[in-house]
């Protein structure tokens, strides 16, 4: 029973070490190992293109070498049970396709008499969905928009033959209107149109509705002063167009002069949800200290002092 119970505390440790593998890896955001007969199977979810052999190269770099093979499976998300710990049934089920697989198939293929030369090669498949119509969802009898002196429209039976005839003799809407007139001077970037708005409706005010229900006032042409003036800090720090910024802000006022600011910029802001300590583990942390790390550790940008 010793021996045992050492065997499956080493393939926890197995376990929880190639998921700590790849979640150092930048663009994965989840991972799950389980063990499957002969190999190892890590179901991940990545941001991007997938990518198997640039994961493998990457985990082998921070595991043993005598570490178990591990294969990858991709997934768009975990799946959970009702108790919401993660459902190792349903990851059982997706199929596992890994170098052992492939040289089955090709060696099977090989095996048959008309075939000279096979090599099975594994692709990312994309799903591409057709264009769907409003009425291949819709019934097919006059379906009139509620107005506030609209009566409500019977419902009636229509035979099923009926409802496929109607459907397939209906023709597609057209919907035409007059071309957009644009200026000549027109602003053609978000900075050129906040300065645009803030030269020639400067007194108009944006109205921020805090927690407590108390309103401020923030005019045009002080979210444009203001939005340069982040713009000015956060080039003294030494941030560059492209380079990410993380909002950690509550205030809604702040919030848009960062934003402004980082447009100006050509900064990317990335707002996360502020978690209600810092000091004590919580989901928004977590995804706070998730998003720091995919993203190279970027700036923080935050109303708290600490």
């Not at 890896?25 to 990545?46: H, I, K, N, R, S």
């Not at 007059?178 to 803030?198: D, F, G, M, S, V």
């Amino acid at each position: 029973m010793d021996s045992e119970h050492k065997l499956i505390k080493s393939q926890q440790v197995q376990l929880a070490d190639i998921e700590t593998a790849l979640l150092s890896v930048p663009g994965v955001e989840q991972a799950y190992v389980l063990p499957d007969q002969t190999l190892l199977v890590a179901y991940v979810v990545v941001t991007g293109v997938w990518n198997p052999q640039q994961l493998h190269s990457q985990i082998q770099q921070h595991l043993p070498p005598d570490m178990i093979s591990v294969a990858l499976v991709p997934v768009s998300s975990l799946p959970l049970t009702h108790q919401g710990k993660v459902d190792e049934v349903a990851l059982g089920r997706f199929p596992v396709i890994d170098e052992d697989l492939v040289q089955r198939w090709e060696t099977e293929l090989k095996a048959v008499p008309e075939i000279e030369k096979v090599a099975v090669v594994v692709q990312q498949k994309t799903l591409k969905l057709p264009p769907l119509h409003l009425s291949d969802l819709l019934p097919s009898e006059q379906i009139t928009l509620p107005n506030n002196a609209a009566t409500p429209v019977e419902e009636k039976s229509v035979p099923t033959t009926e409802l496929q005839i109607q459907s397939t003799s209906e023709k597609l809407a057209i919907s035409e209107g007059e071309p957009i007139k644009w200026l000549q001077n027109a602003p053609t970037t978000l900075a050129q149109a906040l300065e645009r708005t803030a030269q020639q409706h400067g007194d108009t005010s944006l109205i921020y509705i805090q927690s407590d229900g108390e309103a401020i006032a923030q005019t045009y042409s002080e979210l444009w002063v203001e939005a340069q003036r982040i713009l000015g800090g956060l080039r003294q720090l030494g941030l560059k167009p492209q380079d990410k910024v993380i909002f950690q802000l509550e205030s809604n006022q702040d919030f848009i002069s960062a934003f402004w600011g980082c447009l100006l910029g050509g900064f990317v802001p990335v707002p996360v949800s502020v978690p209600p300590s810092y000091d004590q583990s919580h989901s928004s942390l977590t995804k706070l200290e998730n998003t720091w790390q995919m993203l190279g550790q970027p700036l923080i940008l935050t109303d708290r002092k600490y």
